[in-house]
């Protein structure tokens, strides 16, 4: 039983969340495109960071880039760019078989420019042109400067992964900005077809967060308010995502999307992303199972996949208990729990979380380039 290629048949893709030269050269990619299903992967400076620090591989390209003069930055885009491309190629052919749907490689530009809209478009133009190929996505984040960004993105032409998404507010936002280029692509007379983006709503860290609050409102030894917060434990990040689906369900039947749809535009699919079970009291499934439907993506890293294909249940579940996840919401905000404040910070930290690494992985490339340069 492939129970990655059976959710297929529900209408979500599996994509990997976890990017590595040593993946692409053994051979271990394109094994999972080709017998596992898988249809996606994606790349942040924490994954590659790591990859970097773990594999030998990447050596001889750092002396090279050395050589050359290249700075640490500039190193650092050689060797993402040259993973992507490769990715990209692997991935290809289910492009091609999907007529666009899938088959996407995903690019993050620099995290430090999450709040400068111009200089996101600059890099964001410049990773688009050096990996050169159709299904390249670039990640740009959902910040309030990211949604002007993505709207000239896709008016361009350049497919365009919104990731750090956390709220409903804010997804609206960057499906507007979708809607928005489709429809001045469409006013300046050029093609709708082909033109790709995922919408991607962060998970496990809304539970992280909102978790810690609600038991600062558990009280030893005292009758619990109402409502109880420990019903709430581990609950809010698949309500607020079962919600936004059904945010993005009302967006495919608007008129304004359908007259888009008559000239060829494609759904802007919504993604899963960090979807590992951080809490090991918690079911290690508990971000994938739920939400499986219609026109949605699951990001998973490698052991969450394994454990899927071990044990996973492939059921249509995303538009299932949509009154309950109602409730929810409404009991967190009932205890005190500003839900906008809370993705407010987790939107912040995001991007902090990227930085770090980002910053990190310079400082080594650095050094391997001092060694190599010694």
């Not at 890099?123 to 000239?152: C, H, M, S, Y």
């Not at 949509?322 to 005190?336: H, N, Q, S, Y």
Request: a negative charge; charged letters at 25%.
């Amino acid at each position: 039983m492939n129970r990655t290629i059976e959710l297929l048949a529900q209408g979500q893709s599996c994509w990997m969340d976890d990017l590595t030269r040593q993946m692409i050269r053994s051979g271990d990619l394109a094994r999972r495109v080709g017998e596992e299903g898988l249809r996606g992967i994606t790349s942040n400076p924490a994954i590659f960071e790591k990859a970097v620090a773990d594999n030998a591989d990447y050596a001889d390209d750092i002396a090279r880039a050395t050589a050359a003069g290249q700075s640490p930055a500039g190193i650092y885009e050689r060797l993402i760019t040259a993973d992507v491309r490769d990715a990209c190629d692997i991935l290809l052919p289910v492009y091609k078989e999907t007529d666009g749907i899938d088959g996407f490689v995903s690019l993050e530009v620099s995290p430090h420019l999450a709040h400068d809209a111009e200089a996101s478009m600059e890099d964001a133009r410049k990773l688009w042109k050096e990996v050169d190929r159709p299904n390249l996505f670039i990640k740009i984040p959902g910040t309030p400067a990211g949604v002007p960004a993505v709207e000239q993105l896709l008016f361009e032409g350049i497919n365009i992964n919104i990731t750090l998404l956390f709220s409903i507010a804010r997804y609206e936002a960057v499906a507007e900005a979708y809607l928005r280029a489709l429809e001045r692509r469409l006013a300046a007379g050029r093609s709708l077809n082909h033109i790709a983006s995922v919408a991607s709503f962060f998970l496990s860290r809304i539970d992280v967060l909102v978790d810690r609050l609600l038991r600062q409102r558990i009280v030893p030894d005292r009758p619990p308010p109402d409502p109880d917060p420990r019903t709430l434990l581990g609950r809010v990040a698949i309500a607020n995502a079962k919600l936004a689906y059904q945010a993005f369900s009302r967006h495919l039947t608007s008129n304004r999307w359908m007259a888009l749809a008559e000239k060829g535009a494609r759904p802007q699919r919504m993604l899963w992303a960090s979807t590992s079970t951080k809490n090991p009291d918690y079911p290690d499934l508990m971000y994938v199972e739920p939400l499986i439907g219609p026109m949605t993506i699951n990001t998973m890293p490698r052991k969450t996949i394994a454990a899927f294909q071990d044990h996973g249940t492939v059921r249509a579940t995303v538009q299932q208990g949509v009154p309950d996840a109602r409730r929810v919401m409404a009991d967190l905000e009932r205890l005190g729990v500003s839900f906008d404040l809370v993705t407010a910070q987790l939107e912040n930290d995001a991007v902090q979380k990227f930085i770090d690494p980002f910053d990190s992985l310079l400082k080594q490339l650095a050094a391997n380039s001092e060694r190599a340069r010694a």
